[in-house]
């Protein structure tokens, strides 16, 4: 019976060992740019030509948090909320208006740790809201109404210095790209037939870098 405890005992501290779970969560502000500007809000199920952000960085904050279980391999979860303008060119009174959209990856990370510094890299599904709030011309509505909810990618990666056991700084890069809906018009022969078949394409290439604190529980 005794043998019998003390093998399931060591079981039992294998498998602790082998899934040693870290945790950490942490916060950071960062800036950005987005990569494809004048093809970002095009054909997007809106009557409106020449759309695309202005050059102005855009900029947020953001939280997080890592579950990491076997061998540095786990997953981050993280909320990003970003502010920007957009510029609707050839949109009569309407320059640019304010844009704000919350950014939900959830991806795949690795994690390796030497002393007190730190590195990580993951990829994973990303979910966008728009939630912009301010007026929008009367041609810009529907647009805005297609583009509320968008499915795309993330991807990124951490660089961390442990200032104590629990309180580390963080530098991050994060690349996000959206998915969009597109019509694309069916043409026979070099003839427009007026029907239009759904497709999906990138909507958004965005870049970000940022810098933050991370607390590690355990």
Known sequence: MKKLIALAVMAVTMVS???????????????????AKDASF??????ISDIGLDSNLSYGF????????????G???EANLTKGSLSLNNVKDAESFSTLV??????????????????????GPNFSFDLSDGDLPDQAVELAKNNAFRVGLSAGADAKFY???????????RFVMDFGKKEVP???????????YPTVQIARRSLYGGLGVEWKLF
């Open 17 to 35: 060992a082998a899934f040693a779970l870290d945790f950490e969560v942490g916060g950071r502000v960062f800036l950005g740019t987005d990569l």
């Open 42 to 47: 095009q054909n997007m199920g809106a009557q």
């Open 62 to 73: 953001g939280a997080y948090a890592n579950f990491a279980l076997l061998a540095g391999l």
């Open 75 to 77: 997953v981050q979860a």
């Open 102 to 123: 919350l950014d939900v990856p959830a991806m795949l990370w690795w994690n390796l740790k030497i002393w007190r510094l730190g590195v990580g890299l993951g990829a």
């Open 163 to 173: 200032v104590t056991k629990h309180v580390g700084i963080v530098g991050s890069g």
């Open 186 to 196: 069916v043409v026979v022969s070099g003839y427009d037939t007026g029907m239009s």
